[in-house]
């Protein structure tokens, strides 16, 4: 199983961009998807999650201007991120808890976003 993330880059403050992470494999079921962020210097923390079962979790300080969404069919994760302020320039990693031959979690290479003032 293996996790592929797309989508970061340079944008100014203000301006949006768009991450997707699709898992390709050996995939039987796939319990839960997310997204996390390292700044530099800092641990890596949650961005938001999204269970099979529709719920949905956000990092509080996140809330309003990131949305998470899913294409179940396609394996694959997508995070909006609007309003991007310099504080969320990090490495962006995507998560899921993949059922294969038993329940793993994987993690993706981590995209990097650069929000320049």
């Known amino acids: 199983v293996q996790l592929q993330a797309f989508g970061g880059g340079l944008v100014q403050a203000g301006g949006s961009l768009r991450l997707s992470c699709a898992a390709s494999?050996?995939?039987?079921?796939?319990?839960?998807m997310g997204w996390y962020r390292q700044a530099p210097g800092m641990q890596r923390e949650l961005v938001a999650t999204?269970?099979?079962?529709?719920?949905?979790n956000y990092a509080d300080s996140l809330k309003g201007r990131f949305i998470l969404s899913r294409d179940s069919a396609k394996n694959t994760v997508f995070l909006q991120m609007n309003s991007l302020q310099v504080e969320d320039t990090a490495v962006y990693y995507c998560?899921?808890?993949?059922?294969?031959?038993?329940?793993?979690?994987?993690w993706g290479e981590g995209t990097e976003v650069t929000v320049s003032s």
């Open positions: 494999g050996s995939i039987v079921s796939i319990s839960s």
């Open positions: 999204t269970t099979s079962g529709g719920y949905t």
């Open positions: 998560k899921m808890r993949i059922y294969s031959r038993g329940y793993l979690d994987y």
